[in-house]
């Protein structure tokens, strides 16, 4: 048990160097006594900011934690030499044996040693004399805030684990008997202790009474990052996986050594709890969406603008972000900004970004955004072929097909305004799929045939990103070189103008915020528990899906939609080839429109695993554009062939990621998951 719970009690690793560049850079080297260090202000700051540099690496979207983006079905990754573990999980090759270390997916060391070190930070910041009283509870609950993080980390990943509670993990105990304790012991330690914690934090960390300047001490935990995460950890406990596994049975039996069951039976007041966490964020009234309203741009420009201000908008003025964090290092590829953004960007060609072309949407992302126009989302599922979803026969909603949604058209003099001059960004023919889609669509991506968002390139001017297999294409298809495989560049963390030329000025120098949680995530959990919870109130559920909806300029559902019957719960609407009730016409919209807002943000996988979606959903052949088509107008086919790798594979064992082998050697008794 030493290799994996060993505290750093004596605080080998406590910085006593200079003050670094970061507030989560902490250079390690020196040793020093506990009682040395948590006695001086200087020392005790230090291990607090250490603490911080075990969050989740979510903002690199192919290794890590953030490797879930690729696990997802809203991301299909050009396969290459720089495949990453994720692939591997993705194709459904991996297990206990081959699961060793975090690069490898396997996270448990990690955070046992994070949170025992945030126990022994908890256990003896008291000594701290030098700081005030008020600043020493503030440092505190920062650090029981993170423990409970880092329990819901393990948590989310493994699925219910082994909770120490307020102490040290036990040096001396007999590994055999260790095993799981419950779902509900997991949440309610977890929630106790983001209670205690607010009881600690303030508000701002520039409160009176702290002492602590907002520009050095931007992303500290505050009272509202501890009520976003209870909110997000009660919304996980009353989802289907930790709560009842919508009657599938799955884990209903599973039992630890102790004999206690560790799911429950479904409850639907767990729902209830999420709507009051959520209500009680909103009402805080310290956050609100970004929202631009610039008079000299039209409703779409402003509505473009106002959702790139989630991450583009920096600490003093981004009034959406509860909590986040900035770039982690260059040497780890996150690029500065931990964006990704080199893996996404085109490489190779006339426009030649510097970039991996790794990283892109899926088809199914790119169809979920809703039109312009009339609100709608225009994809409402797929025809299967083989018993798997079918990208290429999609289920077009009849309303949306009639104002001009072709899966096989064409508009000509085509006119691009997201981020381009019409100066220089001239009219083209653009495929019907890709016109008249809502504003987040545009920020989101380059489609095939659009300019790329820059006056500038390695060309020398403008340029359409073009992928296909023809000397004629800007970005063309390669049988062995990096190009983009699927159709669709990702450029949401992109900056419009970026020349992308060189890795060190243009790429490096990028600062983002990773909105670890931002309003526009509260307004929908509030929306969803509001759908579900006993006493079921669709239109507040309505109220708030519209504000997130108005922020990116749609109308509202009511209007969108008014042949569906949203406060019926059980009477069912058609809209062509698709019947569902009230209740699931709301839920399937605000997981759609979810999936559209929050896109390569880490949540979309485990929305699809709280939810039970994913068997339904990840099993699916690599469907892209038809890249290796010789012209324009042949590329925009959908194909199953293009794409180097294995499909997507999912089944009911991947719904938690199977313990290590070198965790499961020691603990011999330690319940697994099912199917590994």
């Known amino acids: 048990m030493k290799k994996i719970y060993k505290t750093l009690a004596v605080l080998a690793t406590v910085c006593l160097a200079a003050a670094c560049d970061s507030f989560f850079d902490i250079n390690l080297k020196d040793q020093a006594t506990l009682e040395d260090t948590m006695s001086r202000s200087s020392t005790v700051k230090r291990y607090l900011a250490h603490l911080y540099a075990y969050i989740p690496r979510e903002e690199n979207t192919r290794n890590y934690e953030g490797g879930v983006v690729l696990r997802s079905d809203e991301s299909l990754n050009a396969k290459s030499q720089y495949e990453t573990?994720?692939?591997?999980?993705?194709?459904?090759?991996?297990?206990?044996?081959?699961?060793?270390?975090?690069?490898?997916?396997?996270?448990?060391?990690?955070?046992?040693?994070?949170?025992?070190?945030?126990?022994?930070?908890?256990?003896?910041?008291?000594?701290?004399?030098?700081?005030?009283?008020?600043?020493?509870?503030?440092?505190?609950?920062?650090?029981?805030?993170?423990?409970?993080?880092?329990?819901?980390?393990?948590?989310?990943?493994?699925?219910?684990?082994?909770?120490?509670?307020?102490?040290?993990?036990?040096?001396?105990?007999?590994?055999?008997?260790?095993?799981?304790?419950?779902?509900?012991?997991?949440?309610?330690?977890?929630?106790?202790?983001?209670?205690?914690?607010?009881?600690?934090?303030?508000?701002?960390?520039?409160?009176?009474?702290?002492?602590?300047?907002?520009?050095?001490?931007?992303?500290?935990?505050?009272?509202?990052?501890?009520?976003?995460?209870?909110?997000?950890?009660?919304?996980?406990?009353?989802?289907?996986?930790?709560?009842?596994?919508?009657?599938?049975?799955?884990?209903?039996?599973?039992?630890?050594?102790?004999?206690?069951?560790?799911?429950?039976?479904?409850?639907?007041?767990?729902?209830?709890?999420?709507?009051?966490?959520?209500?009680?964020?909103?009402?805080?009234?310290?956050?609100?969406?970004?929202?631009?309203?610039?008079?000299?741009?039209?409703?779409?420009?402003?509505?473009?603008?106002?959702?790139?201000?989630?991450?583009?908008?920096?600490?003093?003025?981004?009034?959406?972000?509860?909590?986040?964090?900035?770039?982690?290092?260059?040497?780890?590829?996150?690029?500065?900004?931990?964006?990704d953004i080199a893996y996404a960007a085109p490489s190779g060609g006339k426009i030649a970004l510097a970039g991996y072309s790794l990283n892109s949407p899926s088809l199914k992302l790119v169809d979920a955004y809703p039109m312009w126009d009339n609100g709608r989302y225009p994809v409402l599922g797929y025809e299967k072929s083989s018993g798997m979803p079918d990208y290429s026969r999609p289920i077009v909603d009849p309303v949306c097909k009639e104002a001009g949604y072709d899966v096989s058209g064409w508009v000509e003099n085509y006119q691009q305004v997201i981020d381009v001059d019409p100066q220089w960004a001239k009219p083209f023919k653009a495929h019907a799929t890709t016109v008249g889609r809502d504003a987040r669509y545009y920020c989101n991506f380059v489609p095939n045939g659009f300019w790329w968002p820059s006056s500038v390139t390695n060309s020398g001017g403008p340029v359409r990103f073009t992928c296909y297999n023809s000397p004629e294409a800007t970005s063309p298809y390669s049988p062995t070189d990096a190009c983009n495989r699927v159709g669709y560049v990702w450029r949401r963390l992109y900056k419009a103008g970026n020349p992308l030329k060189d890795l060190t000025a243009d790429y490096q120098s990028m600062r983002y915020i990773y909105p670890a949680f931002r309003l526009a995530e509260v307004y929908l959990t509030y929306a969803e528990a509001c759908n579900e919870m006993t006493a079921r109130n669709a239109s507040e559920a309505i109220r708030y899906i519209d504000l997130v909806r108005a922020r990116a300029g749609l109308c509202g559902l009511r209007e969108a939609y008014p042949e569906i019957d949203f406060d019926n719960a059980d009477g069912i609407s058609t809209i062509g080839e698709v019947s569902r009730s009230g209740k699931e016409w709301l839920r399937w919209m605000i997981l759609e429109e979810k999936m559209c807002e929050f896109a390569f943000e880490g949540q979309r996988h485990y929305d699809a695993m709280r939810r039970m979606l994913a068997l339904e959903e990840y099993n699916t052949e690599n469907w892209t554009l038809h890249v290796t088509a010789d012209n324009y107008e042949d590329s925009y086919t959908r194909v199953k062939d293009d794409y180097i790798g294995g499909r997507s594979v999912f089944t009911t064992r991947d719904y938690l990621f199977p313990f290590g082998s070198d965790q499961l050697a020691e603990m011999t008794n330690f319940t697994r998951n099912p199917g590994w």
């Open 85 to 339: 573990y994720w692939y591997k999980v993705r194709r459904g090759e991996y297990g206990s044996d081959n699961t060793s270390g975090e690069s490898n997916a396997n996270f448990w060391k990690r955070y046992y040693v994070a949170i025992n070190e945030c126990t022994t930070f908890l256990d003896n910041v008291d000594m701290d004399k030098e700081d005030s009283p008020e600043l020493v509870k503030q440092m505190k609950g920062e650090a029981r805030f993170l423990r409970a993080y880092y329990y819901f980390v393990l948590f989310r990943h493994y699925g219910p684990v082994i909770i120490w509670g307020d102490q040290a993990a036990d040096q001396k105990v007999d590994p055999s008997t260790l095993d799981r304790n419950t779902v509900d012991q997991n949440i309610s330690f977890i929630i106790d202790e983001l209670d205690k914690a607010l009881e600690d934090l303030h508000t701002e960390v520039n409160d009176e009474g702290l002492g602590l300047s907002l520009a050095s001490n931007k992303g500290r935990v505050t009272k509202g990052a501890a009520l976003a995460l209870k909110t997000r950890v009660l919304l996980y406990a009353a989802s289907p996986l930790y709560n009842g596994q919508n009657g599938s049975g799955i884990y209903s039996s599973l039992t630890n050594i102790r004999g206690e069951k560790l799911f429950p039976d479904y409850d639907a007041s767990k729902w209830d709890d999420v709507a009051k966490s959520a209500l009680q964020l909103i009402n805080m009234g310290r956050y609100s969406l970004a929202v631009e309203s610039d008079p000299a741009k039209s409703a779409f420009q402003n509505a473009a603008a106002s959702y790139q201000d989630t991450w583009f908008k920096g600490w003093d003025t981004n009034t959406e972000i509860i909590w986040g964090w900035w770039y982690r290092s260059w040497g780890d590829e996150s690029l500065g900004g931990g964006c």
